[in-house]
């Protein structure tokens, strides 16, 4: 099968070993990976900040780099989400609109697509860890991920998962967010954290790389003794 990648802001430019590890685990399935190098930002920080002119220039441009007919894979569920259930209201032009809908059908979260369209959870990955799971709310509520992840870890050799009190509750990121609401956002990341550092823990995992970046800076700001890991990363162990 062959498959495009696209690659969020964050993880391209502060975790672009998320980004390669995908690939490692798409090629381990047997998939054909593409990557547009022209590709940018989806458009979410400047639509969820309300500057509309802004993310309609990005989601045209998104639209034309990938406007084959391949999957589409992404290490994140906020971006994919946002695309699948948003790029619609951005437009007017049926021609647009009738691309959005095609594109919409051909975007995946990786874990989607690993448990759903190559129905494969076992890689050979082993972690002799304790990790926690962090759910994101775009990752649940936007995209639609349920048990995908888990399913994925609990198959990684060595690894004790361990359930994060009010694991669904948000970070504090929230893209602009935790910049415009800087004392309430705080205040979340701490409780998550606290949340996380009760179950011992070495690790905390998440789908979204966005919201492990801001609880990486919690952590690292206060020298805690838990570290955030892509699930992605987890998964390539190995290959």
């Known amino acids: 099968m062959q498959v495009s990648v696209f690659i969020p802001c964050f993880i391209d430019q502060f975790f672009p070993e998320t980004g390669f590890n995908m690939i490692k685990l798409l090629e381990h399935v047997g998939c054909t990976v593409n990557y547009n190098p022209n590709q940018t930002c989806c458009g979410q920080p400047s639509f969820n900040s309300g500057y509309m002119k802004e993310t309609i220039t990005l989601a045209t441009k998104f639209l034309q780099d990938f406007s084959g007919d391949d999957i589409i894979v992404s290490p994140g569920g906020s971006c994919t989400g946002f695309i699948k259930k948003q790029y619609a209201s951005l437009f007017s032009e049926s021609e647009h609109i009738e691309q959005v809908q095609k594109l919409a059908t051909r975007m995946y979260d990786i874990t989607d697509f690993l448990v759903h369209v190559i129905q494969k959870i076992q890689f050979g990955a082993v972690f002799n860890e304790k990790v926690t799971i962090h759910e ?31 694991s669904k509750t948000c970070c504090g990121f929230g893209g602009t967010f935790s910049a415009k609401h800087t004392a309430i956002s705080s205040a979340m990341v701490e409780q998550k954290v606290r949340n996380a550092l009760s179950t011992g823990a070495s690790y905390i995992t998440s789908t979204e790389a966005s919201c492990l970046m801001n609880i990486a800076g919690y952590i690292s700001k206060n020298k805690l003794p838990i570290i955030p890991i892509h699930i992605v990363d987890i998964l390539a162990k190995n290959l």
């Open 136 to 166: 994101s709310c775009s990752a649940l509520r936007e995209y639609g991920l349920t048990n995908e992840p888990r399913l994925l870890l609990e198959q990684v050799q060595g690894i004790e998962l361990i359930d994060l009190p009010d």
